[in-house]
Every structure is written in C-alpha cells, then in structure tokens.
Antibody, heavy 118, light 113 residues
Framework: QVQLQESGPGLVKPSETLSLTCTVS????????WSWVRQPPGRGLEWLGY???????NYNPSLKGRATISVDASKSQFSLKLSSVTAADTAMYYC????????????WGQGTLVTVPS | DIVMTQSPDSLAVSLGERATINCKSS????????????LGWYQQKPGQPPKLLIS???TRESGVPDRFSGSGSGTDFTLTISSLQAEDVAVYYC?????????FGPGTKVDIK
C-alpha cells in the first residue's frame, strides 16, 4: 500500500512562495505519476497538476504558471511550489499517487492546511 | 476544460435503502482506442482525504464494498449505493481524467434520513 505524507508551513504570507513536500513510502517514485490537489475550506476539489513517471509535468492553467512540481527520487519525495500566493490559495493541500496511464488519484495523504492571510 | 456536474446536490436516504448520484461531463470521457471511460468516483468523509471508490466508471477499487457500483458511458454516469449504511455518510465526487486539467464535480452530500 502506497502511503503519502504532506509537510510544509501552515502559514504563508501574501506574495510569497508556498512550498510543500510529499514523502512517499511503499512504492518507487518510478512506479506512479504524482499529483497535488487542493480544497478550500468548505468547498470542492481542485486538481493542481502532476508529474509523470517520465519527469514530464502538467499543470492546471487556473494557476497561471505559478506552480512547479518536482521529484526527488533519492528521498522518495515530490514537491509543490506555488508562487505569488494570495488569500485565494488558502486551502487543504493533498498529495496523491496516480497509476500510470490513468489519472485516477488512488492513494492520498492526510492533507496539510495552508493559510494565506488577507 | 471539461465541466463536471452532479445531481442532486444532497440527498437523505433511509438506512438500507438505495442512494443514486448522477454525474454528467460537458464532453465525452470515453477514449475510443481502448473503450475506457476516464471517470472516477471518490468518497470524502468529514476531516478525511477523499478515497477513490471506482475507476474506469465501473471498476471498484480493492476493499470497496460491493454495495457501491458505478455505471454509465460517454457523458452520463451514475454511482449507486445499493443499501446505505451509516458509514456511507459522506460527500461523493466524480472526476474526469480524460484530458487535463482533470476536473471534479461539485460533490453530492449523502446523509441518513
């Protein structure tokens, strides 16, 4: 069973860069694609992007080029950086594993709440 | 982007009764080359991350009770809980992964009547 755990600051100042890390256990980084999803308080789910097992990335255009996802296979981690944050980026951020050639978010971390004060 | 809609927004069902949730995509999510629907269903209980219940529109994930079933093809899909249990109280989301950006429906809240 793949297990994931998000980590990072819970509070980010406006205009700064949000940086989160997802630590993976139970799988090799080459065995899956890896994704980030967020959920504003009391609202629905938004797919942010993913990094394929090939290293290619794909991002939600709604983020307007602010997102970067990368993998550090030596640490079994992947990360999300989101620049120029505003209060609208306040959300629970989840990392998830994605079976290759699917797109389904099969295993999820518990999530980490990131607040950007207005 | 593919827009996902769900109906109803919420429903209350008696224990042991059937719950049905509908999901519609703004364009087909059926990939003709492999005849697979890139449509998944997720369950999210309060304070928990979502859980993938069904992939490929109708394939239950390992460990998911068989009272959960998915059906449909193309643009119209249904999640059915055949006999609602107390532990099924949750918000249910559909998601398309046919084309990026992957998108979710707004969710359907299921409660006990």
């Amino acid at each position: 069973q793949v297990q994931l755990q998000e980590s990072g600051p819970g509070l980010v100042k406006p205009s700064e860069t949000l940086s989160l890390t997802c630590t993976v256990s139970g799988a090799s980084m080459r065995d899956y694609d890896w994704s980030w999803v967020r959920q504003p308080p009391g609202r629905g789910l938004e797919w942010l992007g993913y990094i394929l097992y090939t290293g290619d990335t794909n991002y939600n255009p709604s983020l307007k080029g602010r997102a970067t996802i990368s993998v550090d296979a030596s640490k079994s981690q992947f990360s999300l950086k989101l620049s120029s944050v505003t209060a609208a980026d306040t959300a629970m951020y989840y990392c998830a594993s994605v079976p290759i050639f699917s797109g389904f978010l099969q295993n999820w971390g518990q999530g980490t709440l990131v607040t950007v004060p207005s | 982007d593919i827009v996902m809609t769900q109906s109803p927004d919420s429903l209350a069902v008696s224990l042991g009764e059937r719950a049905t949730i509908n999901c519609k995509s703004s364009q087909s999510v059926l990939y003709s080359s492999n005849n697979k629907n890139y449509l998944g269903w997720y369950q999210q209980k309060p304070g928990q991350p979502p859980k993938l219940l069904i992939s490929w529109a109708s394939t239950r994930e390992s460990g998911v009770p068989d009272r959960f079933s998915g059906s449909g093809s193309g643009t119209d899909f249904t999640l059915t809980i055949s006999s609602l249990q107390a532990e099924d109280v949750a918000v249910y989301y559909c998601q398309q992964c046919y084309i990026t950006p992957f998108t979710f429906g707004p969710g359907t809240k299921v409660d006990i009547k």
